[in-house]
């Protein structure tokens, strides 16, 4: 009995090794967990098994610099923010837009990109200005700010997925006459699908809310880190070379430019 016993508790014990946020490797150096989209290119995506993307490289990169390692997990926008906060995920690394609404609940790196919200309709639908989708059907990231900026649409009905893959299929197969989603991500799209006719419907520049990396509110030493590793890449130009690897017709934010200010982010109460 006391030998069964031992063998469950030795169980339990490994599980919860597996399954702890913010490990260490043989190595000495601590893995942190980071939540990350699977669909997004070209910021966070998988390819070939390999979770890769403008952010996630970032982070690799001010992983090294800083001495910890990551692990990065797939997981669907709705619930990352929420699984910062608690603990599930040392990181979140999702091109995060930095809303005052976000910062009750998770904390904010400096940002290290800023982008354009765009309407992805299908060619010759004539859809180019706001009050053109009263009554059309526009597809979001459930909890993005592509979802609160659709749900501002009069006469819009909103129609929310998990993922990127689930609303561009349903773009393809006409259900839905719009797309809502960051341009760089609707350009990969349409770059890598040149048999389906899509354009760009309806842009507008989200400048003033930069995307950056999500900690817990609590966690003051690792945002610290990510900050310090983000200028060093800054500074020495690492960032304005991933962002030309990543991003082929997208310009970079002058403060993001090798030597740069950057993008100062401020975190109420943190």
């Known amino acids: 009995m006391r030998s069964t016993l031992s063998k469950i508790l030795a169980a339990a014990t490994a ?4 399954t702890a946020c913010g490990s260490s490797t043989g190595s000495g150096a601590k893995t942190l967990r980071v939540g990350t989209l699977t669909d997004a290119p070209p910021s966070i995506y998988l390819e070939n098994g390999t979770f890769t993307g403008f952010d996630n490289e970032l982070l690799r990169d001010i992983a090294k610099r800083e001495g910890f390692e990551v692990q990065f997990v797939g997981t669907e926008f709705a619930s990352l923010l929420a699984n910062v906060a608690n ?38 639908a004539g859809l180019t200005a706001l009050p053109a989708f009263a009554g059309k059907r526009l597809g979001v990231v459930q909890a993005s700010v592509q979802d609160d900026f ?5 006469g819009a009905e909103v129609v929310r997925f998990p993922d990127y ?4 299929a349903q773009l393809k197969n006409g259900t839905l006459d719009g797309w809502v989603v960051p341009k760089d991500i609707g350009q990969k799209y349409i770059d890598q699908n040149p048999a389906v006719p899509l354009d760009f419907g309806y842009t507008v520049e989200t400048k003033d809310t930069p ?3 999500a900690v817990a509110r609590t966690n003051k030493d690792l945002l610290a880190k990510l900050n310090d ?14 962002h030309a690897q990543f991003f082929k017709t997208e310009p970079l934010p002058k403060e993001l430019e090798q030597g740069g200010p950057g993008l100062p982010v401020q975190n109420p109460g943190v």
């Open 229 to 242: 590793g983000l200028a060093k890449a800054v500074a020495d130009g690492t960032v304005a070379r991933l």
């Open 150 to 154: 659709a749900s501002k649409v009069g």
């Open 87 to 124: 603990g599930q995920f040392d990181i979140g690394s999702s091109t995060i837009s930095t809303t005052e609404a976000r910062k009750k609940t998770v904390a904010f790196s400096n940002g290290y990109s800023t982008g354009f919200t765009t309407i992805v309709t299908k060619k010759g």
């Open 165 to 168: 893959n689930a609303g561009f």
């Open 211 to 213: 995307s950056a990396f």
């Open 15 to 18: 599980v919860l090794a597996l």
